[in-house]
């Protein structure tokens, strides 16, 4: 059976460095780093997803300014919102939760962001520095799988990685920085044809597509590392749900070497790296 890589008991570590840092720097500064979440509507995923980010701050120390906002808000509301937030000196980090309501234009909005804020690393400031392999704000998924895989000691240099899944939120810069750190990237997407022929090839296989349960045991070369990005929640002839990720669990690690959970595995990587995001920003500030 595969080793399971533990993002929850990660993310829990890296919390703990977080808060000894922010406590040490907060003494100094004469205030705690500052997180603004801004949610627009009433998304369940969205809720509890914000939720745990606020949680999470508070056990670091990180300040929260987030914003919940009622669905009917305008474009110009949301982005004087963001400009004010631009311009808080309390503020390090700004995330605009998405998806969006459908009347709102979310890659205008982040373009509002104050690039030294995007805690997303969603700017084309940021994306642009990835693309430099320069210091910058990261985009905290893929972050936090490169995390994950240095802390199990997995080497990424020279190997033969396939990443599923091409969003600007995850695929691409997963692949940006897997080549930042020398690995040799092919990246597929669910309309790539003869997909199973492409990751059975992969040392490192990334999934981010959005589709449960999408690769299967015959897709995945024995003794891979397998990492799921995907959430997707299903539900039974019973009306019973639960979340499953992109790639078929059960089936996958009797022959992968190592393989992350769902839930448990990016997941709390994301929350973690957002953090880390926001102390880093707090950083160049103070």
């Known amino acids: 059976m595969a080793n399971l890589l533990d993002g929850k008991a990660t ?36 809720e509890v997803y914000v ?7 508070t056990r670091v120390g990180i300040a929260s300014f987030g914003q919940h906002l009622p669905t009917a808000t305008t474009q110009t509301e949301l982005a004087e919102k963001i400009r004010g937030l631009n311009q808080n000196s309390q503020v390090d980090g700004i995330l605009l939760q998405l998806p969006l309501p459908n009347h709102l234009d979310a890659i205008a909005l982040l373009h509002q962001l104050d690039p030294s804020k995007d805690v ?28 994950l895989l240095a802390d199990y000691d997995i080497p990424v240099e020279g190997k033969d990685t396939v990443v599923v899944g091409a969003s600007i939120l995850v695929g691409k810069p997963m692949a940006l920085m897997l080549l930042e750190a020398e690995s040799t990237v092919s990246v597929a997407h669910i309309k790539t044809q003869n ?18 349960k999408l690769i299967t045991q015959d897709m995945v070369k024995p003794g891979a590392v397998v990492i799921d990005v995907g959430i997707n929640r299903i ?12 790639v078929d669990f059960s089936a996958v690690e009797p022959i992968a070497q ?25 950083q160049q500030r103070i």
């Not at 539900?235 to 992109?246: A, Q």
């Open 11 to 46: 993310a829990e570590k890296i919390q703990a460095e977080l808060k000894a840092t922010i406590q040490t720097l907060a003494t100094k500064a004469g205030r705690p780093p500052g997180l603004a979440v801004l949610m627009v509507g009433d998304n369940p995923a969205s």
């Open 195 to 212: 997909l199973a022929k492409l990751t059975r090839e992969a040392e490192i296989l990334v999934v981010a597509a959005g589709y449960p």
């Open 235 to 246: 539900t039974n002839y019973e009306g019973k749900s639960r979340i499953v990720g992109d």
């Open 51 to 57: 939720r745990n980010k606020e949680k999470a701050c």
């Open 120 to 147: 997303d690393g969603l700017h084309p400031v940021n994306l642009g520095h990835l693309v430099r392999g320069e210091p910058g704000l990261r985009s905290c998924t893929p972050a936090g799988v490169m995390r």
């Open 258 to 282: 190592y393989i992350t959970p769902v839930p448990g595995g990016i997941g709390p990587m994301t929350v973690a790296m957002l953090l880390q995001n926001t102390v880093w920003s707090y």
